[in-house]
């Protein structure tokens, strides 16, 4: 079935470091992609999207490109801020059944410290 | 409503006690899924509706996990006699339609915790 890597943490930074976060997949057909945040206390929450093959989705200075011929979505910041420190969770849509289930990675825990 | 509620969001039990978790999500959407979320680790698909049809619920673990959404709305995930391999975050979502570019929003979740 469908699967999600993301390369593990934690990931320490120093406050207006550069970020990357690898994730990887296998999938049948082609899936949207996603990454979703977890901050400190709160729910999931969507931070990006990118739903075909070389879509670059971008928000609050998050960044991922959509590679077909590598199947991956890294995540990348150009200078992370402390209130970043979240956990990171890289997901695709797998529509090979009814519905959209998401298949998400593992997370990946990020430590901005100032 | 503002975005997707679950209540409880904290429920201790007893190993062998029935719980019942509910999800309300935002007005007017069509798909609703539940998740279990171990810790350390990501969510992973319990089923998901299409209004009031269940229409896949290959995620879940075994005949004492079962969910209905009897109005196309509110849904409520229920596991009977529990056992302490069933503490776990579980989370609901939805989204307004049913393709898979859209979005879904994802409520604060439900930590259970089986003594």
């Known amino acids: 079935g469908d699967s999600v890597t993301q390369m593990e943490g934690p990931v320490t930074l120093s406050e207006e470091a550069f970020l990357t976060i690898n994730c990887t997949y296998t999938?049948?057909?082609?899936?949207?992609l996603f990454w979703y945040v977890q901050y400190p206390g709160e729910g999931l929450q969507l931070l990006l999207k990118?739903?075909?093959?070389?879509d670059k989705g971008s928000n609050k200075g998050f960044e991922a490109t959509y590679r077909k011929e590598t199947t991956s979505f890294h995540l990348e910041k150009g200078s992370v801020q402390v209130s970043d420190s979240a956990v990171y969770f890289c997901?695709?849509?797998?529509?090979?059944?009814?519905?959209?289930?998401?298949?998400f990675g593992a997370g990946t825990i990020l430590r901005v410290k100032s | 409503g503002a975005g997707v509620s679950q209540s409880p969001r904290y429920k201790v039990t007893k190993r062998g006690q029935d719980v019942a978790l509910r999800c309300d999500p935002i007005?007017?959407?069509?798909?609703l899924y539940w998740y279990r979320q171990a810790l350390g680790q990501g969510p992973e698909f319990l089923t998901y509706?299409?209004?009031?049809?269940?229409?896949?619920k290959s995620g879940l673990p075994n005949d004492r996990f079962s969910a209905e959404r009897p109005e196309g709305s509110i849904s409520t995930l229920t596991i009977q006699r529990t056992e302490q391999r069933d503490s776990a975050m579980y989370r609901c979502?939805?989204?307004?339609?049913?393709?898979?570019?859209?979005?879904?929003?994802f409520g604060p979740g439900t930590r259970l915790l089986v003594l």
């Open positions: 007005s007017g959407h069509v798909s």
């Open positions: 990118a739903t075909k093959a070389d």
């Open positions: 979502a939805s989204q307004s339609g049913t393709s898979g570019q859209e979005t879904q929003y």
């Open positions: 997901a695709l849509s797998d529509r090979s059944t009814y519905g959209n289930k998401l298949v």
């Open positions: 509706f299409n209004y009031e049809a269940q229409q896949d």
């Open positions: 999938a049948t057909g082609y899936p949207s």
